[in-house]
């Protein structure tokens, strides 16, 4: 299949919606994509199609986590992820950080659908199966607990130190 680079996008979804299918996906295999160029690809998916938007960003330059964050505010249900990132090259969005924006932006709705108490014990035991070292800029798991563990109505509880 030839890849579109989004120049037959309002032609790819009417096929896939003819086919019945209960999911599509965009990808960005390059990781070279910016959020404005994902997240007008993705709105006008969404325009076309009725079923799951599935989305996978590579983070070859580090806006993995930000692609898929603004894919979701444009329409997309589901990222493909991985603990700690690991992956093809720089690997793709990172769990982790995904859960850690998500956390910022609709607190009560992750920390009652995720159990983020699990997640430091995951990327450790990722680390050690894949053999490689957690990276120094990964999100503070803790802290991401401490947002878990704090009143949901009064977010203000949590105070966030830069060393």
Known sequence: MKKSHGKDLAYSPIKAKDLLNIRVGI???VGSATRRE??????????VVGCDIETHF???TGCAIA???YALESGATQI???VLGIG?????TPLGGLIGCLIVADRKHI????RIDKLGYVENLAAQAAE???PFNNWNVSFLQKLESTSLDKPSEVEVYCD
Request: avoid cysteine; glycine fraction near 6%.
């Open 58 to 60: 590579h983070n070859d």
């Open 80 to 82: 493909d992820t991985t």
């Open 27 to 29: 990808a960005d295999t």
């Open 111 to 114: 920390v009652r659908k995720y």
């Open 67 to 69: 692609n898929a964050y």
């Open 88 to 92: 093809e090259r720089n690997g793709i």
């Open 132 to 134: 490689v070292e957690i």
């Open 38 to 47: 994902d997240f007008g690809k993705i709105r006008t998916l969404r325009r």
